[in-house]
T-cell receptor
Framework: NAGVTQTPKFQVLKTGQSMTLQCAQD?????MYWYRQDPGMGLRLIYY???????DKGEVPNGYNVSRLNKREFSLRLESAAPSQTSVYFC?????????????FGAGTRLSVL | EDQVTQSPEALRLQEGESSSLNCSYT??????LFWYRQDPGKGPEFLFT???AGEEKEKERLKATLTKKESFLHITAPKPEDSATYLC?????????????FGTGTQLKVEL
């Protein structure tokens, strides 16, 4: 039972380079999320997709773009990476029932921007 | 703005020494409060959801409780395998997208 799968696990970029972080879930969830986790800051929401075909900005969207490719996949793109984007990125998914919003997380992508 | 504050930042316990972690929150109408466990190098793992004041949930050595202003995660007779960072998050009734606001976590170390 894979759950939420993120690729790659590690990545090193030079300032100005671009890359796409991939996320796929096999739980038939409607909602998907991208977070970043920095020391002392907690998890902060970058973008989310409430359902297939929709995306919305979270708390820290600047410098990122997202694509909800289909119900299973939600990608995060850095167009021109900056050192401030060095972080651990987590993808999560959840059902959209009112009373249940358990978000299930992937293992993360550790990104360093030099 | 929704806020979550966790204390202490770090906690060191001896095996068998019970204690509690605190999560204080301010939110514009609570829809749910969530506890997660995070091991080094891994993603958060869901533990509990609490929806209303007075609610309690248990799982093995862990028990989560909820009041109108805070939640406690009680750890009874902890073992070394309980060592992890424990994260608290809240979901507000207002706003869309099932968004969660996370605290910065309590790093727990249980020693033999």
């Amino acid at each position: 039972n894979a759950g939420v799968t993120q690729t790659p696990k590690f990545q090193v970029l030079k300032t100005g380079q671009s890359m796409t972080l991939q996320c796929a879930q096999d739980m038939n969830h409607n909602s998907m999320y991208w977070y970043r986790q920095d020391p002392g800051m907690g998890l902060r929401l970058i973008y989310y997709s409430a359902s297939e075909g929709t995306t919305d900005k979270g708390e820290v969207p600047n410098g990122y773009n997202v694509s909800r490719l289909n119900k299973r996949e939600f990608s995060l793109r850095l167009e021109s990476a900056a050192p401030s984007q060095t972080s651990v990125y987590f993808c999560a998914s959840s059902e959209t029932l009112l009373a249940k919003n358990i978000q299930y997380f992937g293992a993360g992508t550790r990104l360093s921007v030099l | 703005e929704d806020q979550v504050t966790q204390s202490p930042e770090a906690l060191r316990l001896q095996e068998g020494e019970s204690s509690s972690l605190n999560c204080s929150y301010t939110v514009s109408g609570l829809r749910g409060l969530f506890w997660y466990r995070q091991d080094p190098g891994k993603g958060p793992e869901f533990l509990f959801t609490l929806y209303s004041a007075g609610e309690e949930k248990e799982k093995e050595r862990l028990k989560a409780t909820l009041t109108k202003k805070e939640s406690f995660l009680h750890i009874t007779a902890p073992k070394p395998e309980d060592s992890a960072t424990y994260l608290c998050a809240v979901q507000a009734r207002t706003g869309g997208g099932n968004k969660l606001t996370f605290g910065t976590g309590t790093q727990l170390k249980v020693e033999l």
